[in-house]
């Protein structure tokens, strides 16, 4: 897909306005579908690569050792880390639900089918719900249909740090949000999921390491 530069958009206006209109509507329109559906496809590819260990496939350039998973989704998609890893964990609990049907299901949605029972899921006319409503009509869907299922509540930290501590955090969430983190509640969660990776990273290079030293 053609990326679409201010120059080539002035261009596209200056040779009809209607037409540019048109390409743009279009542009717009094919980049919502792929934002619909991409959060599951990235779930469903990441569920491969690791049920038939592909990341093993892969070297490590700073190990030299084959990639773990975790690494190998680190390099492959370092700006969206934490919505791969999202899709991977979320698309991963909904084995139940037939792969065609999850392909559909936009972010939100799947999020709201990982909290219900499987039985609840496999209903044909949740499922198309699922791919064809908003997240807030879905969930009030299910409270009124289905009012045994609990939809999870959301959990309140709350911190108090020094100034100087306060701005590191507040760039380190900035720097979330560049890598795929759509608000500070995903930022914090990325930030999480970063640090433990790193501090399991560490203790592979160790291991590997030692098993060096052992084999001279």
């Known amino acids: 897909m053609e990326q679409l530069t201010v120059s080539r958009i002035e261009e596209l206006v200056r040779s009809s306005a209607s037409r540019a209109e ?43 050792q084959p990639c773990t998973f975790p690494r190998w989704i680190r390099l492959a998609a370092p700006w969206s880390y934490a919505a791969c890893y999202e899709s991977w964990r979320d698309i991963k609990g909904l084995a139940d639900v037939p792969i065609d049907q999850l392909a559909q299901i936009p972010r939100e949605n799947v999020k ?17 719900a699922a791919k064809t409503m908003p997240s807030e009509a879905l969930t ?40 795929g983190a759509r608000n500070g509640n995903d930022g914090l969660e990325l930030l999480a999921q970063t640090a433990l990776e790193e501090w399991r990273y560490e203790e592979e290079i160790k291991t590997v390491m030692a098993s060096l030293e052992v084999n001279k």
Do not use: N, W
């Open 22 to 64: 048109a390409i743009l509507f279009s542009r717009v329109a094919l980049l919502d579908s792929m934002e619909k559906t991409s959060f599951s496809e990235r779930g469903l590819i990441l569920l491969a690569v690791e049920k038939f260990l592909l990341h093993s496939e892969r070297i490590d350039p700073k190990t030299g």
């Open 112 to 128: 709201v089918l990982t909290q219900l029972s499987t039985a609840v899921r496999a209903e044909p006319e949740v499922l198309h």
């Open 140 to 179: 009030e869907k299910i409270r009124r249909e289905y009012p045994d299922q609990h939809i999870e509540a959301r959990k309140t930290f709350r911190f108090t740090l020094e100034e100087s501590s306060a701005g590191v955090v507040e760039e380190a969430l900035r720097e979330a949000e560049i890598r």
